[in-house]
């Protein structure tokens, strides 16, 4: 199994479009840091504070959730359209090992990537301090805790998104089908959201159960959600736990069931 994990790692992680991947991370972070210097009108001594937080929030529901996409559609749906795939189940591995494999290669790319994300956006940070010459603050136990809580949602919500896109891939038989699926998804998401909300207004005499049925629109799910969740709001809290676990259950069983059939190949 061991064997089987590094080989997918290595077959992900060789190839240029993943690295470039990489790359273009700390260039969202900076070009974000440039939007909020020229557009919005936030102290910098602000701004220095908290940016680690706020550019992931500005950029979590749209550019994350497509890199998620991209890493989605290549680990299953470019693997069989190239063919790669029929090799693969031709060894002594289950396919069963096959796909947790994969769907831990896709997962830790993904927190990988958040890392950088994280690390580029604080380098952001301290080079405003020692150019606008703010005073020296140190990292107090309370934000760093912030941080984690706020990267540690966030992480969950690409998980769960996650597991939707690795189910929509399972059914797309093309590379160029599989993201446009997912894009639809998220774009529709954002674009029809107040229609949504208005559904699940019926139910908002139940704070809980209103909050379940709004983040089930996972981009709406990082765009509020998690906003709210650093509140400390329980309803919150566990509505985002609530709908993270159903994905991860509903949508990843799902995909594993395709990936396991007999006739996936045909």
Known sequence: MKRLIHSEFERLWKRKWFWLIVLCTPVLAYSTGLYYLRTRNVPIEVLHQNFIVTSLQENLYLFCNSAVAALAAAVFTEEFQSGRLRLLFMRRFTRGQIFWSKLLVLNVSILLLLIIYALSSQVIAEVWKFSYDLSDIALSGVRLLRILEYYGWAFASLLAISSLYCFFAMYSKSVTYAIGICMVYNLASLLF????????????????????????IIPYLQHTGLNN??????????????????????????????????????
């Open 229 to 266: 969740s650093l509140i400390g709001s329980l309803s919150v809290n566990g509505a985002i736990i609530t709908v993270v676990s159903v994905y991860l259950v509903l949508f990843t069983w799902g995909a594993y069931r395709r990936f396991v059939a007999d006739d996936y190949l045909c």
């Open 193 to 216: 959201d107040p229609l949504y909300l208005k559904l699940a207004s019926f139910v908002s005499h139940v704070p809980y159960l209103y909050d379940v049925v709004t983040f089930m």
